[in-house]
């Protein structure tokens, strides 16, 4: 390089230099928003206030399956079962461990991004019913898709938000009625 060459460089690198720390690039946050910025038509999504159902009874209670991995034994309250405005499906689920322990807890489930919260836990009174204890803590959390014990992903793939009828109440009923997406033995659901 000769003498003129190397100034002009020297010049150039000493203002990118002086420029370069000023430069900072997008917050990650900033981006978040970036593609639905573009679709006119995207709206963002926002959860409705969900009100607490009934305490679950022994009458409206549906037996599911959930793996041969847990002693558990599983139900959801067929009365508390909706599918909201927002696109969440809320249930009360029951589970009743093979020492004789119920659980019991009222949940919300996004089809479209395949998370779940869990809105209050069940309390048992002293004469046979029960009541709801808010959660809160509560917040959408992904649904554990790879644990086989987990009720929540089983009423994921084989009941609430199947391919054939995602969020649909009709289609929720009539596979709790055979047992599932897949299984074809009918019982009674109101």
Request: glycine share 10%; charged share 30%; proline share 5%.
């Amino acid at each position: 390089m000769r003498g003129k060459e190397k100034r002009g460089l020297s010049a150039w690198i000493v203002a990118l230099a002086l420029v370069a720390p000023s430069f900072h690039p997008p917050a990650r946050a900033d981006w978040r928003g970036f593609e639905r910025d573009f679709d006119a038509e995207e709206k963002p999504w926002r959860e409705i206030e969900a009100s607490l159902p009934a305490y679950p009874r022994p009458e409206n209670l549906v037996a599911f399956e959930v793996s041969a991995a847990t002693r558990n034994r599983h139900f959801l309250d067929a009365a508390s079962l909706s599918v909201g405005e927002d696109g969440v499906v809320r249930y009360t689920v029951v589970v009743r461990t093979a020492g004789g322990a119920e659980n019991v807890s009222f949940e919300g489930m996004r089809c479209d991004t395949g998370e779940r919260k869990l809105y209050a836990f069940g309390r048992a009174t002293g004469s046979g019913g029960g009541e709801w204890v808010r959660n809160r803590f509560a917040r959408w959390e992904p649904i554990p898709v790879r644990q086989a014990a987990s009720y929540q992903r089983e009423l994921f793939y084989h009941y609430l938000c199947t391919v054939e009828g995602k969020g649909d109440l009709a289609a929720i009923r009539r596979y709790l009625r055979q047992g599932g997406l897949y299984r074809d033995s009918e019982r009674d659901v109101r």
